[in-house]
């Protein structure tokens, strides 16, 4: 872990660009809100609440809300019930409450060896490696095919780098480093170069979907990580629970035949048996001089797939706008209702309940959605709530809604979107992921300050959180989004390092395991700090007359100005 470095209010509206009239002037002034109204609707979320949905989605009754299972059948009929009790409209223009994704669902059993100077290797799948095959077939096979490292496997030319270098890998087997090249700044060797790919700060090109992506695009038959911990964001025994039962769009994107990861150790021992030192290969892979090296043997799989076909379902709720112009334009806010479902035994138990990720999420949800409908007048523009299917499975929910958007997106005005919350008490600061991205920062770090609460930096900007919440699939469409991920630092009467550890604590003992439940000792009052935070935020940005924006130099904003030209 490294020392957060606090960021200012003045820091924050130091990021927002300039406003062009033309971009973000909205179609008529907002009348100024009665402050009593909003305390009174903020002052009605409450931890007892927050507790009983998230108690009620973690239960064993709803058997770790699984797509396709009876588990997302549960969660569906229970968003439904609350959304309809709390008077909210049914989010699809259809009628109903219901998004349909359709999905395709795989489980694989795997057998893989490798042969490297005439020595055969075993592979064990849990053991050595975790290996699937997305593709809908029964049988899926890879040949004895050369295996070949691509060192992070990275085409960015805005940093002139290019890990194959013309090099055709179409029916080989590559192995890749996950994460960015962590490229040393030439003036400090102890730091990362900040203009190198962002830094201490990952960027889509170390997003383990970015490899499979890369992969696919270059015709490999397969493609193997090497699991390292750090930049990979979790342990070895993460990566194990979730070998179950894999999903995809239906008719989604393509995919090597086979994809998975390997144990750190097991690469160090493939990469000796041909002659390979990891650790050097490793090191030139940081610099812009390497190329493809062929590792002097081959892997096999063969990979047996049980394959179904799921409609599986985003559930999305509206409170219409009051204004009869602006109530065409929207927020919304989103959080994801599933989890791992029923998996491999732990200690016994083999529901994965996913209570901190995501059942707080989705109570945080419902009670901004309890609070907006309190509010004695609606805000001007609509909010849309949204509880999106198989982010676990890789954003497969939220990306089909900003592929297939039930309301259209050059008119949705932001996303603010919950993963996580934090269950361990109070903070004198909030943590946005992604800081710097959007002039919705700005506001937040106003509305923290009204409550004597700063805005933080994600601690942990390395494992890539930007990228791996449901927010992403919304700025990859250009929208303006807030994200949040155990959203607290600078715990009140804690000792230094508290949060540290909690975060620590949670991600090596119960981060994708069925120990994943509510504990005896969570303390709530930080989750209700933050929601009523971030109700101030979404109401503000419904009512406001200025659009939110992608700060200079971000990679959606071009994406957001083009859709905005075009409407």
Do not use: C
């Not at 239960?59 to 709390?86: C, K, Y």
């Not at 002139?160 to 700044?185: N, Q, T, Y």
């Not at 994943?516 to 419904?542: I, P, S």
């Not at 700060?551 to 409407?567: D, L, M, P, Q």
């Amino acid at each position: 872990m490294t020392l957060l470095s606090r960021v200012s209010v003045a820091a924050f509206l130091a990021l927002a660009p300039a406003l062009t009239p033309a971009l973000l002037t909205a179609q008529r002034s907002a009348p100024p809100r009665r402050a009593a109204d909003v305390a009174r609707a903020q002052a009605g979320i409450t931890a007892a609440e927050i507790l009983r949905d998230i108690s009620t989605l973690a239960s064993d009754r709803f058997e770790g809300r699984a797509p396709g299972t009876r588990g997302e059948d549960s969660s569906v009929a229970f968003l439904q019930r609350e959304f309809t009790r709390i008077g909210l409209k049914p989010g699809n223009p259809d009628g109903t409450y219901i998004q349909r994704v359709p999905l395709v669902g795989t489980t694989s059993t795997v057998t893989a060896s490798a042969t490297v100077n005439g020595t055969r290797l075993p592979l064990a799948q849990l053991d050595d490696i975790v290996m699937w095959s997305l593709r809908p077939d029964s049988l899926v096979t890879v040949a004895p095919s050369e295996l070949v490292f691509v060192g992070y496997g990275v085409e960015a030319p805005e940093y002139r780098w290019d890990d194959f270098k013309g090099v055709d890998v179409r029916g080989k087997v590559v192995v890749m480093l996950v994460g960015d090249p962590p490229v040393r700044d030439a003036r400090d060797s102890t730091q990362l170069d900040p203009t190198m790919f962002r830094g201490k700060a990952m960027t889509y090109y170390g997003r383990w979907t970015y490899k499979y992506e890369q992969a696919a695009a270059k015709g490999a038959a397969a493609v193997i990580l090497v699991h390292q911990s750090g930049p990979a964001g979790y342990p070895w025994t993460t990566v194990q629970s979730n070998a179950t039962e894999k999903f995809e769009i239906a008719d989604g994107p393509t995919h090597a035949a086979v994809e998975g990861w390997m144990q750190l150790e097991v690469a160090r021992r493939l990469f000796a048996a041909g002659g390979h030192d990891f650790a050097a290969l490793e090191r030139l892979a940081r610099t812009r001089a390497f190329a493809p090296v062929a590792l002097g043997g081959t892997a096999q799989f063969t990979v047996r797939n049980r394959v179904r076909r799921v409609q599986s379902r985003n559930v999305a709720a509206r409170l219409d706008g009051a204004d009869a112009t602006l109530k065409q334009e929207y927020v919304v806010l989103s959080a994801h209702w599933d989890a791992y479902g029923i998996g491999r035994p732990i200690n016994g138990d083999s529901i994965y309940n996913g209570a901190l990720d995501d059942a707080t999420g989705v109570a945080w949800l419902l009670a901004q959605a309890r609070a907006f409908r309190a509010l004695s007048v609606p805000p001007k523009r609509t909010i849309v709530f949204l509880a999106v299917t198989a982010e676990e499975q890789g954003l497969l929910g939220s990306r089909w809604y900003g592929q297939h958007p039930l309301y259209p997106l050059d008119r949705t005005l932001a996303n603010i979107n919950m993963d996580a919350m934090n269950t361990f008490g109070r903070t004198k600061s909030i943590v946005s992921l992604g800081v710097g991205q959007t002039s919705l920062e700005t506001l937040l770090a106003r509305e923290a300050a009204k409550d004597g609460r700063t805005v933080k930096a994600d601690p942990e900007s390395e494992k890539g959180y930007f990228y791996r919440a449901d927010h992403f699939e919304f700025a990859r469409q250009g929208v303006p989004a807030l994200s949040f991920l155990f959203p607290g630092t600078d715990y009140l009467d804690k000792p230094a390092g508290y949060e540290q550890k909690v975060r620590g604590d949670y991600i090596a003992r119960d981060y994708h395991k069925p120990s994943d439940d509510v504990k005896a000792d969570w303390d709530l009052t930080g989750v209700v700090d933050d929601t009523r935070l971030l109700f101030r935020v979404a109401l503000t940005v419904a009512d406001g007359t200025v659009w939110p924006t992608w700060t200079a130099g971000s990679e959606f904003r071009a994406r957001r100005e083009a859709a905005v030209k075009r409407r």
